[in-house]
């Protein structure tokens, strides 16, 4: 192989072949994917769940993680928001001519080490070479699908008057290392991605609590956007307590420094979950006892006042309407 | 809405909100769709198709179709090829800050328009906005599901000693649109796009042909490089007669003055057929019958010497290996 990324590697000739043999398939082969089809067979018993995402995350690596297994891990992630148990993945690369090979190999490795760890295959795939310049250096695509069990499933407006809104872990890490990483800012502490597959976790509540309302993953936008849009959708108020919400002293300290919301950064491991009061203790303990769940808090409730209405009770006993994100706080966070 | 795609329409919160409405729902809206949850539920009875691909052709428009109806026609056509009925369509958008949303619009409305053509839905989407630069206007994603009905499915590897190979028109159509248009060539006939949704002949072909043992679209690489692929997967021979292969007098003067191929050409509404030589025939009435096949020919045979080669038996006898396309002769056309 040469060094870096020709226009050749995708012209769907020899160069292409030589580049999927000894970089595509050599990580993600499995019988399925090796079949090299225009599309994949695959088996999908009832009903499936289905979820897109395109990764354009700057820089490509940053402490926890990269552009690779973001990529893997924020489709699964959404697949299994559905409370779906996602089995398989579509890859598709755009590649800027002349990105090192080297790099490539790094992500397409850190790929299949997160499939891998995720439990889902890697079906089928799609690479373009576009020339320098036409896109900045890797872009990626992955579709996930998922099994769909219980019905009926979390969805957005299923959240009810009186439901606990819970979350797996403190907020703002991913959008804070990035854009630390980005500008080349550093901290005493240093921050890192959260960036985690929640699929386990969330497969393991699922089956231990009969019926949870919504299940969503608070990444662009933030904590706060993610709420008002389940607000929204079920036409329900949520009250959310300051006291409650776990932020790490590395991210308090970098947003009080740039001036940002906690709230309203990007989080890659972290999901909120609605549900009836009656459960919320048993799916803490279950989060507890989880990698991805130890420092789980119950953080508000749902109402039925002001529908749409998102409002953060402070630390100091005052009242906030959290809005949804106008406009972008922080671009290619994902 | 401004005018121009902003770097907030790709935030996640109420701007990106405001796009999907005005923009996506407005021209893909379906109950699917119209959910907005982080993944789509939808039905897949048994056997799933999956295709995925990427669409980065530049210039955005061109005679005969756009960056919309190829992202569309492209992914339709590449689960139709495992002999699959295409259902679903995932579309995700990386979009240029300061793309004019008319562009974006007619983009979409291509879409839409293309989506309701080739009988498919689309359920779910992902929409990016990177920084002026950073992606060159636009490139569409699409992921495609479809049904797969009778076994043995069409495959690479299945092409068999005896077999006929057909094509269902004159190929290096879409290519050469696409050449001239970029380079702001033209010629005394104007070439155009081939680019077509395929799924609804292979149905009939599928249902009334017992067996097809290869189903594939001569895109990237055109036919020469699909038929190799086909050799190679199969570890057969292929031969074609120059003499039957159908080429519009425009794509033959344009290769000429150009000094290309057209057997290396991308095509957008073009498959390559391997069947039983016995249903050659009726194969051959079907097309022809249909407004994508009008041209279709018989333009060749599988043998078994020289497993993995494609020889072209020329107009006046002689006969050329045809290799796979080696490296790139045009980037970004589809």
Known sequence: MTSRVLLDHGSGGRASQRLIADLFLKYFGNPVLDQLDDAACISMPGEVAVSTDTFTVDPLFFPGGDIGSLAIHGTVNDVAMLGANPKYLTVACILEEGLSLECLEQIVLSMSRSAEKAGVKIVTGDTKVVPKGAVDKIFINTTGLGIIGKRPFPQGHRANEGDAVLINGPVGDHGLTVLTCREGLSFETPVKSDSAPLNGLLLQLIEDIPDIHVLRDPTRGGLATTLNEIADQSQKSCLI??????????????????????????????????????????????????????????????????????????????????????????????
Chains 1, 2 share one sequence.
């Open 241 to 334: 307590n300051e006291d409650a919400l776990a932020i790490s002293p590395e991210v308090r300290e970098g947003c009080s420094l740039l001036g940002l919301d906690p709230l309203y950064l990007a989080n890659e491991g972290k999901f909120v979950s609605i549900l009836p009061e009656e459960w919320a203790h048993k799916a803490l303990e279950i989060m507890r006892n989880h990698e991805f769940g130890r420092q789980a808090k119950l953080i508000g409730r749902i109402g039925v006042d002001n529908p749409g209405r998102v409002t953060l009770k402070t630390a100091i006993g005052g009242y906030r309407i959290l809005n949804m994100l106008e406009g972008e706080q922080l671009p290619r966070i994902c």
